[in-house]
């Protein structure tokens, strides 16, 4: 099975900020590799799918990249409204999930 | 409105069995991999099964293989997944959701509110 890590575990940062999250999947995924946001309370919300296509609706100020075995989600500016968790995602094999980032507010 | 609905959740006790439904509205199952994902209050999300567009094809996290079955009805744009033997251990929120494209198993592009299972004597 493809293992998946994220670092850091929690992150503090303040509004306007520049963020990037890291995801290492445990063999290569190639490009098979998505985003998540979590709020609390809420169901997950795709950001971005195949490594850096932005879902639909999804500020642009959301990124991602990477290739293989290492990926990178960026938020470039932080709103109020960013302050959430993220999973990274492969979807190579049978899918796994990463163990998330929770992004609180400095 | 866009939506899947899960039910069936609540309270059983160890070794007992439980089937969630997802019931999708306003949007159709009919052709898209269909997942069960599910969260321990305050943890991570953990992929639990899948099932193809027709049904023809099912997979399973280790955990839960030989004890939880999915399946779908597409006439009924309705999901299952019947969980048997039921531990402590499977105690979570159990998200349905659906594949963003047709015929793909990848990224998850619709989910539903989450039913919470309670596995306590």
Do not use: H
Request: charge should be positive; glycine fraction near 10%.
């Amino acid at each position: 099975d493809i293992q998946m890590t994220q670092s850091p575990s929690s992150l503090s940062a303040s509004v306007g900020d520049r963020v990037t999250i890291s995801c290492r999947a445990s063999q290569s995924i190639t490009k098979y590799l998505n985003w998540y946001q979590q709020r609390p309370g809420k169901a997950p919300k795709l950001l971005i799918y195949t490594t850096s296509i932005l879902q639909s609706g999804v500020p642009s100020r959301f990124s991602g990249s990477g290739s293989g075995t290492d990926f990178t989600l960026t938020i470039s500016s932080l709103q109020p409204e960013d302050f959430a968790t993220y999973y990274c995602q492969q979807s190579a094999s049978v899918s796994t999930f990463g163990p998330g980032t929770r992004l609180e507010i400095k | 409105e866009v939506q899947l609905v899960e039910s069936g959740g609540g309270l059983v006790q160890p070794g007992g069995s439980l089937r969630l439904s997802c019931t999708a509205s306003g949007l159709t199952l009919r052709g898209y991999w269909m997942q069960w994902v599910r969260q321990v209050p305050g943890r991570g999300l953990v992929w639990v099964s899948r099932i193809n567009s027709d049904g023809s094809t099912t997979t399973y996290a280790d955990s839960v293989k030989g004890r939880f079955t999915i399946s779908r009805d597409n006439a009924k744009n309705t999901l299952y997944l019947q969980m048997n033997s039921l531990r402590a251990e499977d105690t979570a929120v159990y998200y349905c959701a659906r594949g963003l494209f047709t015929n793909s198993t990848g990224c998850i592009g619709y989910w539903g509110q989450g039913m919470l299972v309670t596995v306590s004597s």
